[in-house]
């Protein structure tokens, strides 16, 4: 509902909404439009009686009624701008109406302007519990003041229109919006820094001190809010007037952060560039010294948790090595890597807190991100796991020749995730911790000693007890056979086409394929120097009644 002022304002305007004259009203009857401006100045003056009956009386229609001669009034407003945009208006009787309207518009402007300093002063001396409700009535005078401000500019491009211009009354109303865009520009920049101020005191506050700051915020917000919304409205009027307003759309723009059509002003855009060149270089003077010596300190700090990371490699190096601990070197490579690794993540901590980065939100988003990613990375964390079980129980390490995830090679290198092995060909390939950990594991080189398993052939028409004699020589005589285990050489199996004797030296693990291939070799050549024959496999056919089958055809 408009203000309780206007009202009262209209019942002393009441001579001015007098009904025409008949004569007015013949000559006149031909237009409809002029028909309804008659009617309603008739219908104003009827309301604006019993609003004055309703004032006496003390009864509360009178808001009611005010605000019924208010849509009034803008309906007989309509009618003016569309008979004024006529050609065959009677100018007479509008200029009549228009001058009305100036006169009328000019004491709302007057009384509202004496309201906002009343509504200003009840603001400051309202206490914190009523301030909301002072603000709201002080934003709803502003508000109505502003639409007063464009009606008075209309009111004088009517009046330009009917051949009556006032330029003394537009250079009268121009100073008044360039004063009411300077106050309205200042007031929301205060009311920006109290907002800002409010904000980082509410973040620092304690329980006690929160409901007060709190009640500042909103305040605070709203009031940004009302002096963004007039600063808009003003703004739009100051463009009809010719007012330069650059800088004030550059800063609704900052405040707002919308973009509109009049950033493609020339003059916006340099204005909102200048002020941020300005801006960069007050920061840059204001904040350059302290931001050179924080970005000083974090180096300083990375460099020496660098230099500490190693000391720390070191230490656990030597620890780790020690014979009573029988650590595997993947452990042993496990426990070096991660410790250096934790001491340069905490100096990239402290660095960054050196600098004035409060580091509890990044550590919580760190654990929330922990959570998803581990949500997403399931197979990985699966070859963590399994990473963590083979560094337990030490299946292997880095060196041994292993048969593990159907590839057979010599470990490489071997990470949490992954185990990375080296074939007999050459080829480096990387295996999954999760696909090892779930499969036979076999060591070949885990044991120092190893025993050579061997098995070879002779016919049957050959010397057992010569063959027994020459596998003796060739196992005793080598120098990387060992005395103890003793070897075994015995006949195994009676196969379908050889006499099989196992062969079973043991070695060191490290000469097992040398024994393998020199004996083999040392076989081949003193069973054929000894005459001893290594069969192969074959079959003899015999074919039965093929006499009787060709005499049975001859016949």
């Known amino acids: 509902m408009r203000l309780l002022a206007l009202m009262l304002l209209l019942v002393?305007?009441?001579?001015?909404?007098?009904?025409?004259?008949?004569?007015?009203?013949?000559?006149?009857?031909?237009?409809?439009?002029?028909?309804?401006?008659?009617?309603?100045?008739?219908?104003?003056?009827?309301?604006?009686?019993?609003?004055?009956a309703a004032f006496k009386e003390g009864s509360s229609s009178a808001d009611v009624i005010g605000l019924q001669i208010l849509n009034k009034n803008d309906e007989r407003r309509d009618i003016l701008a569309s008979?004024?945009?006529?050609?065959?208006?009677?100018?007479?009787?509008?200029?009549?109406?228009?001058?009305?309207?100036?006169?009328?518009?000019?004491q709302f402007s007057t009384l509202l302007d004496d309201n906002l300093?009343?509504?200003?002063?009840?603001?400051?001396?309202?206490?914190?519990?009523?301030?909301?409700?002072?603000?709201?009535?002080?934003?709803?005078?502003?508000?109505?003041?502003?639409?007063?401000?464009?009606?008075?500019?209309?009111?004088?491009?009517?009046?330009?229109?009917?051949?009556?211009p006032a330029p003394k009354a537009v250079k009268e109303l121009t100073s008044k919006v360039e004063h009411r865009l300077e106050f309205?520009?200042?007031?929301?920049?205060?009311?920006?820094?109290?907002?800002d101020l409010a904000s980082k005191q509410l973040k620092s506050a304690t329980e006690s001190?929160?409901?007060?700051?709190?009640?500042?915020?909103?305040?605070?917000?709203?009031?940004?809010?009302?002096?963004?919304?007039?600063?808009?409205?003003?703004?739009?009027?100051?463009?009809?007037?010719?007012?330069?307003t650059a800088k004030y759309k550059k800063q609704l723009f900052e405040q707002t952060g919308n973009v509109t059509d009049d950033l493609l002003n020339s003059k916006v855009i340099w204005s909102i560039a200048s002020g941020w060149t300005t801006d960069l270089k007050d920061w840059l003077f204001d904040n350059l010294p302290q931001m050179l010596f924080k970005v000083f300190v974090f180096v300083l700090i990375i460099f020496a948790f660098k230099a500490l990371k190693n000391i720390v490699r070191k230490m656990v190096k030597r620890a780790v090595s020690?014979?009573?601990?029988?650590?595997?070197?993947?452990?042993?490579?496990?426990?070096?890597?991660?410790?250096?690794?934790?001491?340069?993540?905490?100096?990239?901590?402290?660095?960054?807190?050196?600098?004035?980065?409060?580091?509890?939100?990044?550590?919580?988003?760190?654990?929330?991100?922990?959570?998803?990613?581990?949500?997403?990375?399931?197979?990985?964390?699966?070859?963590?796991?399994?990473?963590?079980?083979?560094?337990?129980?030490r299946p292997f390490d880095v060196g041994d020749l292993v048969e593990a995830g159907g590839i057979t090679g010599k470990v490489s290198h071997m990470s949490l995730v992954n185990t990375t092995i080296k074939t007999f060909s050459n080829e480096m390939l990387m295996i999954p911790n999760s696909k090892i950990w779930g499969d036979?594991?076999?060591?070949?080189?885990?044991?120092?000693?190893?025993?050579?398993?061997?098995?070879?052939?002779?016919?049957?028409?050959?010397?057992?007890?010569?063959?027994?004699?020459?596998?003796?020589?060739?196992?005793?005589?080598?120098?990387?056979?060992?005395?103890?285990?003793?070897?075994?050489?015995?006949?195994?199996t009676l196969n379908s086409s050889s006499v099989d004797f196992i062969v079973r030296p043991w070695v060191k693990t490290d000469d097992y394929w040398d024994v393998?291939?020199?004996?083999?070799?040392?076989?081949?050549?003193?069973?054929?120097?000894?005459?001893i024959s290594i069969p192969f496999p074959q079959q003899d056919v015999h074919l039965h009644m093929v006499e009787k089958a060709l005499e049975a055809k001859d016949a």
């Open 12 to 52: 002393s305007s009441l001579s001015f909404a007098q009904t025409p004259k008949q004569e007015d009203s013949q000559q006149v009857a031909a237009n409809p439009k002029v028909e309804q401006l008659q009617q309603l100045n008739t219908e104003i003056s009827s309301l604006l009686k019993e609003q004055n």
């Open 83 to 106: 008979l004024i945009s006529e050609k065959d208006s009677d100018k007479k009787q509008l200029l009549k109406e228009v001058n009305h309207q100036v006169v009328l518009i000019n």
């Open 117 to 164: 300093k009343r509504d200003q002063e009840k603001l400051d001396d309202a206490k914190d519990a009523d301030k909301l409700i002072a603000l709201k009535k002080l934003a709803e005078t502003r508000q109505y003041s502003t639409l007063i401000l464009n009606e008075e500019w209309q009111n004088y491009q009517w009046l330009e229109k009917l051949d009556k």
């Open 184 to 195: 309205i520009s200042a007031s929301l920049n205060f009311d920006s820094q109290a907002l």
């Open 209 to 244: 001190e929160k409901s007060a700051l709190q009640m500042s915020q909103i305040l605070a917000q709203r009031q940004v809010d009302n002096d963004t919304e007039n600063l808009k409205q003003l703004i739009e009027i100051a463009d009809k007037v010719g007012i330069d």
């Open 322 to 393: 020690s014979k009573n601990l029988k650590m595997s070197m993947l452990m042993q490579e496990f426990f070096i890597s991660m410790s250096g690794k934790a001491v340069f993540a905490i100096g990239i901590l402290i660095a960054l807190s050196q600098v004035g980065l409060n580091l509890a939100p990044i550590l919580t988003g760190f654990g929330v991100a922990g959570i998803i990613v581990g949500f997403a990375l399931q197979d990985t964390l699966s070859n963590f796991a399994a990473g963590m079980m083979l560094l337990i129980y």
């Open 440 to 492: 036979i594991i076999k060591n070949v080189t885990h044991e120092k000693v190893r025993r050579v398993d061997m098995v070879f052939g002779i016919g049957y028409g050959d010397d057992i007890e010569k063959t027994e004699r020459v596998l003796n020589e060739i196992v005793s005589e080598h120098p990387a056979v060992l005395r103890s285990p003793e070897p075994t050489i015995k006949l195994h």
């Open 516 to 531: 393998y291939w020199d004996i083999t070799r040392e076989v081949k050549m003193r069973f054929d120097q000894e005459n």
